[in-house]
């Protein structure tokens, strides 16, 4: 039991050594993110509907 103890005195402490970002710094990073996502999405969608493209060409289909 007082590992346990000792682990989460230790634990906190790090916690408090930490720097945490801003709230703007937040926002921006989220922000980022979701764009990062769009494009991400954009680009597999555009790559699966060549594809689909490609192999509905090559087997006779729509």
């Known amino acids: ?3 346990a103890i000792n682990f989460l005195k230790e634990s ?3 916690l408090k050594k930490s720097t945490w ?3 703007q710094e ?3 990073s989220t922000f980022l993110v979701g764009i990062v996502v769009l494009l991400v999405s954009l680009y597999v969608c555009v ?3 060549g594809l689909t493209s490609a ?3 090559v087997i006779g289909g729509r």
């Open 55 to 57: 192999l509905g060409a």
């Open 1 to 3: 039991m007082n590992k």
């Open 21 to 23: 970002l801003s709230r």
């Open 47 to 49: 790559i699966d509907w």
């Open 26 to 28: 937040v926002i921006q």
């Open 12 to 14: 906190v402490g790090e």
